[in-house]
T-cell receptor, first 113, second 116 residues
């Protein structure tokens, strides 16, 4: 199992550009999540999904969109990138319900200039 | 709103010492608590998961305890080694009663340095 994979590892965007961060898991997990981590801070939840076709907002959803068309993939879309979106983005997944541990991908480091 | 606090923010100890990292949370209505390790520029590695009905979990030199009623958890590291140097994050999975998003609520972490 590759676990949770994310692409790209690094990206530099100009203000106003858009991009999609990719996340794939091969563990057949129902739950998937996107978090962001700012320097010296804990992670904050952006969006999550409890299964294909179902998504919901987390703590900091503004400026982002998600979709979940398959169990394996959970892409995060940034529209009109802003400097405040400079951060490290982590995707995570967990099995069946909220009692299971979350597994994290290696992260995408995004800089918006 | 659930808040997670980790103390201390940074810790430096000589190799071989036993040490304790602290985590507190404001709402005891949780499913579980998870401890992670994060190396510089890397992702998160799950160390231990404690369900709300459990008091502790052990893995090798690591022992995590949970006192849900007081909103506290500790991570005990025995016989510390330089390879233990990393940032340790505590996170809770809260109940969604009364609304609120799913997912983990994280503390800011404890930056640990083990001196050779």
């Amino acid at each position: 199992n590759a676990g949770v994979t994310q692409t790209p590892k690094f990206r530099i965007l100009k203000i106003g550009q858009s991009m999609t961060l990719q996340c794939t898991q091969d563990m057949n997990h129902n739950y998937m999540y996107w978090y962001r981590q700012d320097p010296g801070m804990g992670l904050k939840l952006i969006y999550y999904s409890v299964g294909a076709g179902i998504t919901d907002k987390g703590e900091v959803p503004n400026g982002y969109n998600v979709s979940r068309s398959t169990t394996e993939d959970f892409p995060l879309r940034l529209e009109l990138a802003a400097p405040s979106q400079t951060s490290v983005y982590f995707c995570a997944s967990s099995y069946f319900d909220r009692t299971y541990e979350q597994y994290f991908g290696p992260g995408t480091r995004l800089t918006v200039t | 709103k659930q808040e997670v606090t980790q103390i201390p923010a940074a810790l430096s100890v000589p190799e071989g010492e036993n040490l304790v990292l602290n985590c507190s949370f404001t709402d005891s209505a949780i499913y579980n608590l998870q401890w992670f390790r994060q190396d510089p520029g890397k992702g998160l590695t799950s160390l231990l998961l404690i369900q709300s009905s459990q008091r502790e979990q052990t893995s090798g030199r690591l022992n995590a305890s949970l006192d849900k009623s007081s909103g506290r958890s500790t991570l005990y590291i025995a016989a510390s080694q330089p390879g233990d140097s990393a940032t340790y994050l505590c996170a809770v999975r809260a109940h969604r009663s009364g609304g609120g998003a799913d997912g983990l609520t994280f503390g800011k972490g404890t930056h640990l340095i083990i001196q050779p």
